[in-house]
């Protein structure tokens, strides 16, 4: 019986077998107990401290690609989103919207198990947004030459109900390339001039209408993005040209008017994407920081698998030579590869020129709050 | 204790030759353990060294001491014994499996080797899960107080391992 050596001596693939059943976040502790016990430990990324740049060439043939803020990694799977041709339309956390227009199908996938939920056909060809409020319930919209609404419900069961369509009144600018966000029950679109429309469900005959305030931003600008912050406040995220301007308007709801912010209180602002994602976040660094999903270099990928524990997601490099000591952990260093902005430091700000934006690419976020 | 438990006189009831016949175990404290055949096999390393043959006088288990080694055989034949599926069997398998290692920990420790050794899945999994619901939710420092273990890291270490997951202490 050998009880000289103890367990620290305990050979390192019976301490792996152990690490096996123990979840991710325990790895770290687990590493630090002592010498023999770290070397059982191996090289991963959590999936879940920030939102993941869900990005990809093509929805059905191309693997997906993750790229964490956090760790500056892209992180590339053994997965497509088998969906050729699709269009990606909205995601709520793990779940992403997925529409293939010419078959006229729609689908949410769960990104974690790789469950596929189809809806039935759309009752038109195309839809100029497809949003899920997270809750069951699918809108797609069309804003364009005339309004059309239609919605889906998913039952306890999984299983989607049939469209209840409405042909509606004129024609709405919206913001392109910016889902309707919701809001407090309401779906609200945001319109070209800083004007927003909201549609209430319960309400199906009126469509949207535009509110008579607010009127406009008070800000020129080239992109805008609508998000409901962590809080549950409306705002907008608005990109001057090429980047060299940014800023963040919240809706005052007594005066309906919007305001500008000047700073995001600590949060963190992931956007560019027809998502937007706000979200508090302990990392120092990340915080009063917009993301936007524009990289300087698309192709420096790290070939993973997405390996799930204890309900707990991680990026496991596939080369057992990865280099993690010298892997990028984010910080103020130079040669950041998202384009990042923050709030209250204008002459830090650089223009977008050597980045670019992806195909196919929306925030997703795996963390369970 | 060196004798065959109840059990074995049970099996010994079973129909088929090759069931029923005992092998003897010898642990590495010299006491010899009888069980049969069935219940030895339930051992990767042992069924080997059944098949090649050279097991006539006796399998020598070097590693393994006595107190371990007759803990193992209980398992294991408690293990063969239930073959059914009824609801019943599971609920008392069970039972067995969570008393039999509410043990202390150099036995559990011990336990580990010798599963892994004799290559006998089952107790490695269930071994092996205890230590992990041990570690479950400790911090470093519970850790190495649950399985006294001396921290053989130096001050500079201590402040540069944590920063390969930086994230786990932000």
Redesign the interface.
């Known amino acids: ?3 000289e050596h ?3 001596s ?2 390192v ?2 301490l792996i ?2 690490l096996n ?3 991710w ?11 023999q ?2 070397s059982a430990v191996s ?1 991963f990324y ?1 999936a879940w ?1 920030t939102p993941l740049l869900l990005n990809t060439t093509d929805a059905g043939t191309t693997n997906v690609q993750y790229y964490s803020p ?1 760790f500056q990694i892209n992180f590339e799977v053994d997965e497509t989103l088998e969906a050729s041709g699709a269009k990606i339309c909205c995601a709520n956390g793990r779940y992403v919207t997925l529409c293939q227009p010419r078959l006229g199908l729609v689908m949410n996938v769960d990104l974690l198990t790789d469950d596929f939920y189809y809806l039935p056909r759309i009752p038109q060809l195309w839809f100029e947004y497809i949003v899920s409020d997270g809750m069951g319930n699918m809108f797609a919209v069309d804003a364009t030459v005339e309004q059309a609404i239609a919605t889906c419900t998913q039952n306890s069961d999984g299983e989607w109900g049939s469209w209840d369509y409405y042909d509606h009144g004129p024609e709405l600018r919206a913001s392109p390339m910016c889902n309707p966000v919701f809001h407090g029950g309401l779906l609200y679109l945001l319109l070209e001039d800083g004007r927003l429309a909201v549609y209430d469900k319960c309400k199906d005959e009126h469509g949207f209408e535009i509110l008579n305030k607010p009127q406009s931003f008070g800000f020129e600008c080239k992109d805008r993005y609508l998000v409901e912050s962590d809080q549950h406040e409306l705002m907008a995220v608005l990109v001057g040209r090429r980047g060299m301007s940014m800023n963040i308007v919240k809706l005052n709801e007594q005066t309906m008017e919007w305001e500008k912010m000047a700073s995001l209180e600590g949060r963190t602002l992931f956007t560019g994407t027809l998502t937007t994602i706000m979200k508090k976040t ?3 660094w990340m915080q009063n920081k917009i993301f936007m999903a524009r990289l300087y270099d698309w192709s420096d990928v790290v070939y993973a698998d997405r390996v799930e524990c204890d309900g707990e997601s991680a990026f496991v490099p596939k080369s057992r030579g990865f280099d ?2 010298n892997a990028k ?1 984010g910080n103020e260093a130079y040669g950041t590869n998202m384009w990042s902005y923050e709030l209250g430091q204008p002459d830090k700000a650089t223009d977008f020129w050597a980045t670019r934006e992806s195909y196919c690419s929306i925030w997703v976020d795996f963390s369970s709050t | 204790m060196a004798a065959t438990t109840a059990d074995g006189n049970k099996v010994d009831e079973a129909v088929g030759g090759e069931k029923s016949k005992m092998i003897t175990l010898k642990s590495s404290d010299s006491e010899q353990f009888e069980m049969t055949r069935e219940a030895a096999v339930m051992s990767q390393t042992i069924q080997h060294m059944i098949e090649d043959d050279c097991v006539d006088s006796g399998v020598p288990l070097p590693n393994v001491g006595s107190k371990i080694l007759a803990m193992v055989i209980e398992y294991r034949n408690r293990h063969v014994d239930a073959s059914s599926d009824s609801a019943g069997e599971k609920e008392d398998l069970k039972s067995f499996d969570e008393s039999f290692v509410k043990v202390d920990q150099p036995t559990l420790f011990d336990i580990i080797l010798a599963a892994n050794y004799l290559d006998i899945k089952g107790l490695l999994d269930l071994s092996c899960q205890t230590v992990a619901d041990m570690i479950k939710g400790k911090s470093v420092e519970e850790i190495r107080k649950t399985f006294n273990i001396k921290n053989d890291y130096t001050p500079d270490e201590e402040e540069e391992i944590p920063r390969e997951n930086q994230w786990a202490f932000e």
């Open positions: 019986m050998s009880q103890g367990w620290s305990l050979p693939d019976l077998l152990i059943r123990l979840r976040s325990s790895h770290p502790s687990f590493a630090l107990v002592c010498r016990w770290r090289p959590p401290i956090y302990g990392i120092k993690t000591i952990v």
